[in-house]
């Protein structure tokens, strides 16, 4: 059946490092969205990628659609304790949306 | 805030009970979905309802079913209840289009004893 892996399932970083969580998926996916969870709260979107090859920014994050359309970066760059949080993606197929593993990032001040 | 309201936002049931849980959509969204979220694991996709009929389901049991009213909320209903129906179940509302982002509920923590 469909999955959407994500690695890696922990990521502790000193402030100041940069940070990448990869996304991948059985199948094509007719987009992928990123959302962030942080403790006790519920996902906040991020951004969505639709288009083969697609990469997009918001300000130090990047996010980046692969060309074949199964798999997915977010980069954090120079990561601040505001990052602090689950990163997941979720990719759609049909009206069929999964949602990654998830990667739990932890920022060390 | 999403504009996305669940209630209630704790439930305690035992196993083989029936609960039924609620979601307001956000203004203007005519597209509703449901997930499951146990602990430390990524949202898994119940179903969607797109005005007022489903639309898409995941590899949940018949027993999970749902409903829209023609004001988009939504309810998810859960029959004969099980532990591992424990977990936090999260509502999110989209504007309908195919791409459109998912706004997200507080979610409602579920657990069955």
């Known amino acids: 059946g469909q999955q959407v892996m994500q690695i890696p399932q922990y990521q502790h970083v000193q402030e100041g490092e940069d940070f990448t969580t990869y996304c991948n998926s059985s199948t094509t996916l007719s987009n992928i969205q990123w959302y962030k969870q942080r403790p006790g709260g519920h996902p906040v979107f991020l951004i969505q990628l639709v288009k083969s090859g697609e990469v997009k920014k918001q300000k130090r994050l990047t996010f980046q659609f692969g060309e074949a359309k199964k798999n997915s970066s977010l980069h954090i760059t120079a990561t601040q304790t505001t990052d602090v949080g689950t990163y997941f993606c979720a990719g759609r197929t049909g009206n069929q949306f999964y949602f990654g593993t998830g990667t739990s990032l932890t920022v060390i001040p | 805030e999403t504009g996305v309201t669940q209630s209630p936002t704790h439930l305690i049931k035992t196993r083989g009970q029936q609960v039924t849980l609620r979601c307001s959509s956000q203004?203007?969204?005519?597209?509703v979905s449901w997930y499951q979220q146990a602990l430390g694991q990524g949202p898994q996709f119940i179903f969607q309802?797109?005005?007022?009929?489903?639309?898409g389901r995941g590899n949940f049991p018949p027993r999970f079913s749902g409903l829209q009213f023609p004001n988009y909320s939504s309810e998810l209903n859960v029959n004969a209840l099980e532990l591992d129906d424990s977990a936090l179940y999260l509502c999110?509302?989209?504007?309908?289009?195919?791409?459109?982002?998912?706004?997200f509920g507080q979610g409602t923590r579920l657990t069955v004893v």
């Open positions: 999110a509302s989209s504007g309908g289009l195919p791409r459109a982002e998912a706004f």
């Open positions: 203004s203007g969204h005519n597209t």
């Open positions: 309802y797109y005005r007022e009929e489903e639309n």
